[in-house]
């Protein structure tokens, strides 16, 4: 059974930074991309960042140059850096492990997903 696990979530202030992580477990992950979403009250679920199985990355453009996903296969954990957080950036965030190898915007890429973690922004 594929179970993925996020933490690192919290309340900070604009301008403060966080790190995510995401413990995989259940199957090797190494070959499969990862992914990072969110979801805001009353919005709909949006690509953050994924890490394909060869660790390019893409990002939103939300998101681009403040928010770096990396991964360590060794201890099957993707993480998510977050620079400058903005209130905007208040959601709920969930990790997800996609199809194959490669990772894309969308969500139909992935087939696993986290509980999720609570980021809160204060302005």
């Known amino acids: 059974q594929v179970q993925l696990v996020e933490s690192g979530g919290g309340l900070v202030q604009a301008g403060d930074s966080l790190r995510l992580s995401c413990a995989a477990s259940g199957r090797t992950f190494s070959g499969y991309a990862m992914g990072w979403f969110r979801q805001a009250p009353g919005k709909e679920r949006e690509f953050v960042a994924g890490?394909?199985?060869?660790?390019?990355?893409y990002s939103a453009d939300s998101v681009l140059g403040r928010f770096t996903i990396s991964r360590d296969n060794a201890k099957s954990t993707v993480y998510l850096e977050m620079n400058n957080l903005k209130p905007e950036d208040t959601a709920v965030y969930y990790c997800?492990?996609?199809?194959?190898?490669?990772?894309?915007?969308?969500?139909?890429?992935?087939?696993?997903w986290g509980q999720g973690t609570q980021v809160t922004v204060s302005s």
């Open positions: 997800a492990v996609g199809k194959g190898p490669y990772g894309s915007y969308s969500r139909n890429s992935y087939n696993y």
């Open positions: 890490i394909n199985w060869s660790g390019s990355t």
